[in-house]
């Protein structure tokens, strides 16, 4: 067993030292054109070439942090016959699955794993059944692959989502049990379906990772739309108000409803290093009908509310001076909009001013390029032919045809656990 991880994000890009990250298997080929909706994809993917631009992520990762895959943590919970009744029973019985639980109990630890990830057949043995057009019993976590959504870090504590759809409630109950059980974690978790210390969260209270971003340990930044409701941020103040002694601040930027790319803030906004954000400017620059509201939480209560022009504006009067650099470019309106569709705005720093990116998002390198950041491929960094060690700031690229379409980037498809502290 590695050593305890201590839960650590004070902010968006201190050196990684721990993430979470999940390798697709069956479970994102295990839908259909009919069914794709319904799993919250516009798209099927192939798994043969996802993989392998999958391997390219996780083979830089392991260059430069600590990944653990979720499917080898939730088996190592699941040897604890106690806690693997009690999720299969959350699931099952949420889920309709009821019927389920006997034989799922008898199953080995890393196959039951798998099965709660991959999907449990529908057994046609009765009329209902054999009628049903389900083809499963429990349906396949779709989205698990993007492990930044079902919990968050901040600070030393998680918080545990609130998933919008109901489809993909089974991930967060994972991953509340996995930080809650699991050896190798020592955390504080939240969540807003289970009142704690007198908070009780509004019922229409959602939030997702990808919507919640640690700019400083005193600064968050939350977008409010589609996926992460008003009320679920009003939890975090409510929490974060508890902490009477210090001050902190959130700033709120709404989002559009459509298209489903701006589904969370990271698709349009992503921190980079000390002095550089990700900006997709129709949305976080331009004058638009979407606020940005910047929140002071100090004594234990909301001390101030107000609107500010944009995200990077709130920022510097925090004393975060961010140059924004565009997403598709400046020049061309349909570049950006490209770009932005395939994730060109989400990249995960792995250290001050060192991403990972997707590589066919060739406007949003250039104009990195334009910025002092290195264009390293993903397979050279792998090979140990680049190094990012050896540029002040870089973008390590992996292929992106496939991933994608699934509607994410590098900072979707990774949960960091801890990170080096920074200083302002």
Same mark, same amino acid.
Request: glycine share 4%; hydrophobic share 45%; aromatic share 4%.
């Given at each position: 067993m590695a050593a305890k991880i201590h839960t650590n994000i004070?902010?968006?890009?201190?050196k990684l030292e721990a993430v979470i990250i999940h390798q697709p298997g069956s479970e994102i080929e295990n839908m259909t054109p009919v069914n794709a909706e319904r799993a919250l994809y516009s798209d099927i993917l192939n798994l043969h070439i996802a993989s392998y631009e999958y391997q390219q992520l996780k083979g830089v990762l392991e260059k430069v942090s600590a990944p653990f895959e979720v499917e080898a943590l939730l088996a190592d919970?699941?040897?604890d016959s106690h806690l693997k009744e009690n999720l299969l029973k959350q699931i099952c019985y949420r889920e309709d699955a009821g019927s389920a639980v006997n034989l799922l109990l008898t199953l080995e630890p890393a196959t039951l794993a798998k099965?709660?990830?991959e999907g449990v057949f529908l057994e046609k043995d009765n009329l209902t059944k054999y009628l049903s057009q389900e083809r499963y019993l429990l349906r396949p976590l779709h989205n698990l692959f993007f492990t930044r959504d079902a919990s968050m870090a901040f600070n030393g504590q998680v918080l545990i989502a609130r998933?919008?759809?109901a489809v993909r409630e089974r991930e967060s109950l994972i991953m509340e049990t996995i930080f809650r059980n699991h050896p190798l974690f020592e955390t504080k978790t939240l969540n807003p !379906?289970?009142? !704690?210390?007198?908070?009780?969260?509004?019922?229409? !209270?959602?939030?997702e990772g990808g919507d919640f971003?640690?700019?400083r340990h005193d600064v968050f930044i939350i977008g409010t739309g589609i996926r992460t409701s008003t009320q679920g941020i009003d939890f975090v103040i409510e929490n974060l108000k508890s902490d009477k002694g210090k001050t902190y601040h959130i700033i709120v930027q709404e989002l559009?409803?459509?298209?489903?790319?701006?589904?969370?803030?990271?698709?349009?906004f992503t921190l980079l290093d000390y002095g550089y954000c990700m900006v997709y400017e129709p949305v976080i620059m331009e004058i638009n009908r979407y606020k940005t509201i910047h929140i002071t939480i100090s004594g234990g209560k909301v001390a101030s509310i107000k609107e500010e022009p944009n995200i990077p504006a709130a920022l510097k009067k925090l004393g975060m001076d961010m140059k924004p650099v565009p997403c598709g470019g400046s020049n061309d309106s349909w570049k950006q909009e490209r770009e932005q569709w395939h994730s060109g705005a989400n990249f995960l720093a792995f250290a001050p001013g060192k991403l990972i990116g997707y590589e066919r998002n060739i406007n949003t390198l250039d104009e990195l390029s334009k910025n002092g950041f290195d264009i390293l491929p993903a397979e050279s960094v792998i090979s140990g032919t680049e190094n990012p060690a050896n540029s002040k700031r870089c973008v390590v690229t992996i292929e992106g045809s496939e991933l994608a379409r699934g509607g994410g980037g590098a900072r979707c498809m990774t949960m960091p656990a801890r990170r080096a502290d920074i200083k302002w």
């Open positions: 004070n902010s968006e890009f201190g919970v699941l040897a099965s709660i990830i998933m919008a759809s !379906a289970t009142p !704690a210390h007198g908070i009780q969260a509004d019922s229409k !209270a959602t939030i971003e640690v700019a559009p409803p459509s298209p489903e790319s701006f589904i969370h803030l990271d698709m349009v």
